[in-house]
């Protein structure tokens, strides 16, 4: 049965509701695992090349660990999808917002992203995204800099307690 648009613009549709609901919290992001290959590559190619995450590549794992920033919610807004059917390719146009919890406000102004997604068929989710090629628009060394060190922030205690926790089972 061939795979049709609707499918993939559904399936992106249930992807980008499990990444508002997941992204974040440490005991959610682990839920957006199953909706990559073991095999998933993420690569970062925004500008400027001074940033210290640009243009570098990461596992699942390494992506999930970028999402763990609990108190701040990453809000990913899609416009549209572009969807390339031979190739499963879908180009997705996105507002990106970071929000402080506490505060409601965003932590530095929103910005537009792109992003390719490449996908394979699978049984147990309907696609799963093999290749993240990820863009966004220009953004100031200082707002990288307030976002890193919110992500920093909010992401170290909860990696802290996980650590914690291992060292207490092993005495």
């Known amino acids: 049965m061939a795979i049709t648009q609707e499918q993939v613009?559904?399936?992106?549709?249930m992807y980008f509701a499990a990444v508002r609901e997941c992204i974040g919290p440490l005991e959610k992001v682990p839920e957006l695992g199953k909706l990559f290959t073991e095999d998933f590559e993420f690569v970062y190619y925004t500008p400027p090349t001074t940033a210290e995450f640009t243009g570098k590549r990461a596992s699942r794992e390494g992506l999930l660990m970028q999402m763990v920033h609990p108190g701040l919610r990453e809000i990913i807004e899609p416009y549209y999808y572009a969807i390339n059917l031979e190739k499963l390719i879908v180009c997705v146009r996105f507002n990106d917002r970071t929000v402080d919890e506490a505060s409601g406000r965003?932590?530095?102004?929103?910005?537009?992203?792109?992003?390719?997604?490449?996908?394979?068929p699978a049984e147990d989710t309907g696609f799963k995204i093999r290749?993240?090629?990820y863009w966004t628009e220009n953004q100031t060394p200082e707002n990288?800099?307030?976002?890193?060190?919110a992500w920093f922030k909010n992401g170290r205690p909860a990696f802290e307690s996980i650590i914690f926790d291992w060292l207490k089972a092993r005495y």
């Open 9 to 13: 613009s559904a399936w992106m549709d």
């Open 144 to 149: 990288i800099a307030i976002t890193q060190a």
């Open 131 to 133: 290749l993240l090629e």
């Open 106 to 120: 965003d932590i530095v102004p929103p910005f537009q992203a792109s992003a390719h997604y490449t996908l394979v």
